[in-house]
């Protein structure tokens, strides 16, 4: 009689569903032994689905009989231990299941390809030729404290438990250099390097920066790749795989890229690490900066943390000596910072149009800049033509009818669109409500500033840049490359254009209406705006040749109704050490971040009262004198696509307990949301960003 045991039981972790509270990997039949880290399809329910065999013993019950595995993808090799031990702490610090995890962090094509499919785009893989022989590149000659940055970074690559480096270098002080030669360290001691960036936008930029440096010391195909989720499946595939099996020496990318098989990973790199795109905002709300210096630490491999505005999270870190900070104070060669000049809006005469964001004085400024040829870059962080519609008669706005939220105004397609839920309008030619044809925008967004612009200074070359604008595939690419090649003399932006760009002809930046986030109820609200404020001024003056004895010196123009605030005065003297001295100081009074540790419960329902009513049964469980919690609130903008949004907060003054607390309540919080079938969805946030 055959034994109808199978050779092998294995662990595997697969996607399923949250509901069923199936949180860990599942045990599965298997006619081999199975290495961890191994890809496979399994049979969950009616689906079939990938799964990763999951290091640990498997213990199933003896009466249990198991389902087999449907398919080994044995061409392809496991991924490392280290790759499973980071999605083990990822999964566990943020609350959710690691097949869900790895699901969402594993290419999207490897979820629907069969194991010969897979094999075939090895092969395919295989046959790419080597990229045509590149010239040396000359590399510029270093700046003293560059050398040092990069000297320190070259020591913590040989060291045996290397600190994070905090690269705090003001806006044009050649941190790029600096990453570039730590990563050429890196690669000669036969090690990948993973550089992680903030925005899809930044990616193309520095991919060609990397590629013109070691274009001739990767020559091989596939050496250099970009992880992101702009490419198309098979190219992230195509990169992925070329990571996982060590062909690629360098990788880039945005938030995701932080969960790359990198088996021979010797550097990370996070470039303007401060800034809130490295957070998930939905799914597993993880941060990639925090996941990248949690991976340093694991496999003891230095991680540069670089920005002109560190979060305060990272400077404090860097005070109390958990990371070693590095300083670059001047620009490269000998380039001044732009003077900051706070026009104050009420000195301006009371007249109609005074809160304009172009006031004369403004607009005088440009047009010296432009007849200087010199170009400008106006920042407003509101896109569209207006925010909002209004009937005069009977005080009618354009609101959105599935959000509490405005629908924003954009002149050029003609439309009313919300911004939250994508609803979108032809613009009625008259008031919906009382039928006056005389209705009108409020407010300004970047299109009526381009507009306006162009009506003001005629002649002048206006360009516009924002999710708008860019829309379709290489706009935003020909858009800078106008910028850079002098064929614009205003720009004009969102935050989009803040970050990173280096742009060598504009001499005048100038924000306007940035005032509102000075009284957000949000208390990360001032670190956002100093470092959008101080990246945005950072544009200008980039160039130190245009710095010749005589010419107008690079200017920042801030127009605020505010100007002794404490904020504006730091900026003026470009001082974040002040400013994040004080911020630290009103944190830790206070008892926020980073001196106690948050988590959110969110819950959407069709009602607010289904939606709170499960906050509230949700605080009665949590039974634990060292966490507080909050009272339900709204979400900052409630309902959204017709479905109401309650948060509620958890502090604790320390992250073990924070985390002991939570394994704990999720397994909890999941058995109470059969109890409330009215919630839609619920998740717990942990470290969040928006509050």
């Not at 432009?370 to 896109?383: A, C, I, K, T, Y």
Request: net charge positive; aromatic share 6%; proline share 8%.
């Amino acid at each position: 009689m055959p034994d109808p045991r199978p050779a092998a039981v294995v662990r595997i972790a697969v996607d399923a569903p949250q509901h069923s509270g199936l949180a860990g990997p599942l045990d599965y039949a298997s006619e081999q032994a199975l290495a961890p880290g191994r890809l496979v399809r399994v049979p969950l329910g009616r689906r079939e689905l990938l799964g990763v065999v999951w290091p640990g013993d498997a213990a199933p019950a003896p009466e249990l009989v198991l389902r087999p595995v449907a398919a080994v993808f044995d061409t392809l090799p496991p991924l490392g231990a280290d790759w499973c031990r980071l999605l083990d702490f990822a999964a566990g610090y943020y609350q959710r299941s690691v097949g869900e995890l790895a699901s969402a962090v594993l290419p999207p094509q490897l979820r629907e390809l069969s194991p010969s499919q897979l094999a075939a785009r090895l092969r395919k893989l295989d046959k790419k030729t080597a990229l045509t022989a590149a010239p040396t590149p000359v590399r510029p000659e270093l700046a003293p404290e560059q050398a040092v940055a990069v000297e320190r970074i070259a020591a913590q690559i040989d060291a045996r438990s290397p600190k994070p480096l905090l690269l705090f270098g003001v806006t044009g002080s050649g941190k790029t250099e600096v990453y570039l030669r730590a990563a050429e360290a890196a690669l000669a001691a036969g090690r990948q390097v993973l550089v992680l960036v903030p925005e899809i936008n930044l990616t193309p930029q520095l991919e060609a920066r990397f590629t013109e440096r070691f274009a001739a010391l990767l020559p091989q195909p596939l050496a250099i790749v970009a992880l992101h989720s702009a490419l198309t499946p098979a190219q992230r595939l195509q990169h992925w795989l070329a990571a996982h099996l060590g062909r690629a020496r360098l990788v880039l990318g945005t938030r995701l890229a932080v969960f790359s098989s990198l088996p021979d990973l010797g550097l990370i790199v996070v470039d303007e690490e401060h800034d809130p795109s490295y957070k998930q905002q939905d799914g597993a709300r993880y941060s990639a900066r925090d996941l990248a210096v949690w991976r340093g630490f694991d496999l003891k491999i230095p991680v540069v943390l670089g920005s002109a505005t560190p979060s305060l999270e990272s400077w404090q870190h860097a005070e109390s000596g958990r990371y070693e900070r590095l300083t670059l104070a001047a620009r490269i060669g000998g380039g001044a910072l732009p003077r900051v000049r706070l026009f104050d809006m009420k000195a301006l005469p009371p007249s109609a149009g005074v809160t304009t964001a172009l006031t004369a004085p403004l607009l005088a400024a440009l047009k010296e800049r432009l007849d200087r040829g010199e170009q400008s870059l106006v920042f407003l962080n509101r896109r569209g033509y207006a925010p909002v519609l209004h009937c005069g008669e009977c005080q009618w706005k354009s609101d959105c009818p599935h959000c509490s939220a405005w629908r924003v105004f954009h002149k050029r397609d003609r439309t009313l669109r919300c911004h939250h839920c994508g609803f979108t309008e032809r613009v009625p030619r008259a008031c919906p409500n009382c039928g006056n044809p005389d209705i009108a925008p409020i407010g300004r967004g970047t299109e009526k500033l381009e507009e306006q612009l162009t009506e003001a200074l005629p002649g002048a070359r206006v360009l516009r840049i924002d999710a708008d604008s860019t829309r379709r595939k290489g706009e935003l690419e020909a858009q800078l490359k106008a910028v850079h090649d002098g064929d614009v003399d205003i720009l004009v932006g969102t935050q989009m254009i803040t970050k990173g760009h280096d742009f060598r002809r504009i001499r005048f930046v100038a924000a306007v209406n940035p005032d509102g986030a000075l009284f957000s109820s949000d208390f990360r609200a001032p670190e956002r705006l100093f470092a959008l404020l101080m990246q945005a001024g950072g544009r200008a003056g980039r160039d130190a040749e245009r710095d010749v004895e005589g010419a107008t010196p690079a200017e920042m123009w801030v127009q605020t109704w505010h100007r002794d605030h404490a904020l504006y005065q730091a900026l003026a003297r470009h001082d974040y050490v002040r400013f994040a001295k004080t911020q630290l100081e009103e944190r830790r009074s206070a008892s926020l971040p980073p001196f106690s540790h948050l988590a959110l419960l969110r819950a959407e329902a069709r009602t607010a009262e289904a939606a709170k009513a499960f906050l509230m049964a949700a605080a009665e469980l949590a039974q634990d004198e060292g966490v507080l919690v909050y009272p339900p609130v709204p979400h900052a903008v409630a309902r959204v696509a017709d479905v109401e949004r309650m948060q509620m907060l958890v502090e604790a003054t320390q992250r073990a307990r924070l985390q002991a607390f939570l394994r704990g309540w999720v397994p909890e919080l999941i058995a109470l949301k059969r109890d409330h079938k009215a919630v839609l969805r619920w998740a717990v946030d942990v470290d969040p960003l928006a509050i």
